[in-house]
Nanobody, 116 residues
Framework: QVQLVESGGGLVQPGGSLKLSCVAS????????MSWYRQAPGKGRELVAT????????TYSDSVKGRFTISRDNAKNTVYLFMNSLKLEDTAVYYC?????????WGQGTQVTVSS
C-alpha cells in the first residue's frame, strides 16, 4: 500500500532553514506528482508546494514563494522541501501527499516550529 514518511522537522529560529524529506513507497513514484501541505494550530490544511512527476513543473503558495523550494529524486523515491528565511507563521505540521490512482494519501507529518 501507499506509504509516505516525512522527516526533517524541528525547532528553528526566525530566519533559519530546514530541509524536509518525504520517502514514498507502494506506488510508482516517478509517475506521480507530489505535494507538500501544512497545518498550523487551529487552522485548516494549506497547500504549500507541488511538483510534477519528473520535476519539470513546480508551484508555490504566495506565502512561501521565493523562500521555499520543492524538489524530488525519483531514484530515491523522495520529495524534498527546502525552507529558507523561516518566519514565525511557518510553524505547522508539514505533510506530503500523493493522489496516486486518484486516491489521496498522506504521510504522518513532521512538526516545524519557528521560534526565538
Amino acid at each position: 500500500q501507499v506509504q509516505l514518511v516525512e522527516s526533517g522537522g524541528g525547532l528553528v529560529q526566525p530566519g533559519g532553514s530546514l530541509k524536509l524529506s518525504c520517502v514514498a513507497s507502494g506506488f510508482t513514484f516517478s509517475r506521480s506528482a507530489m505535494s507538500w501541505y501544512r497545518q498550523a494550530p487551529g487552522k485548516g490544511r494549506e497547500l504549500v508546494a507541488t511538483i510534477s512527476n519528473l520535476g519539470v513543473r513546480t508551484t508555490y503558495s504566495d506565502s512561501v514563494k521565493g523562500r521555499f523550494t520543492i524538489s524530488r529524486d525519483n531514484a530515491k523515491n523522495t520529495v524534498y522541501l527546502f525552507m529558507n528565511s523561516l518566519k514565525l507563521e511557518d510553524t505547522a505540521v508539514y505533510y506530503c501527499r500523493t493522489d496516486w490512482n486518484k486516491i489521496t494519501s498522506w504521510g504522518q507529518g513532521t512538526q516545524v516550529t519557528v521560534s526565538s
